[in-house]
């Protein structure tokens, strides 16, 4: 399994923008499809985005196109979300994700999970 952590949450304004980082443990970083997940008060965790192993295939959830990018650096484990023109609807905690594997399946488990972090977009 991979270790990740997540970093760049945040307090912005409606309309603003923010990065999320999420660094990776591990030498095998580029065999996994990584995600970004989100969770808002009250409601179940939904899948914001995904990438592919080489960075070569993306996939967003339909909220966030256009607004959101999501994009990985293969040489320093990490991934990237990032986030403009925010809306309080994307309020949230963020989650990044790992699905071992070089096949773009971001459907089913993901393997490994970041501990999250905080987005609050106020009006």
């Known amino acids: 399994q991979v270790q990740l952590v997540e970093s760049g949450g945040g307090w912005v304004q409606a309309g603003g923008s923010l990065r999320l980082s999420c660094a990776a443990s591990g030498r095998t970083f580029s065999s996994y499809l990584m995600g970004w997940f989100r969770q808002a008060p009250g409601k179940e965790r939904e899948f914001v985005a995904a990438?592919?192993?080489?960075?070569?295939?993306?996939s967003y959830t339909d909220s966030v196109k256009g607004r959101f990018t999501i994009s990985r650096d293969n040489a320093k484990n990490t991934v990237y979300l990032q986030m403009n023109s925010l809306e309080p609807e994307d309020t949230a905690v963020y989650y990044c994700?790992?699905?071992?594997?070089?096949?773009?399946?971001?459907?089913?488990?993901?393997?490994?999970w970041g501990q999250g972090t905080q987005v609050i977009v106020s009006s």
């Open positions: 990438i592919s192993w080489t960075g070569g295939r993306t």
């Open positions: 994700a790992a699905k071992l594997g070089r096949t773009f399946d971001y459907t089913g488990d993901f393997g490994s």
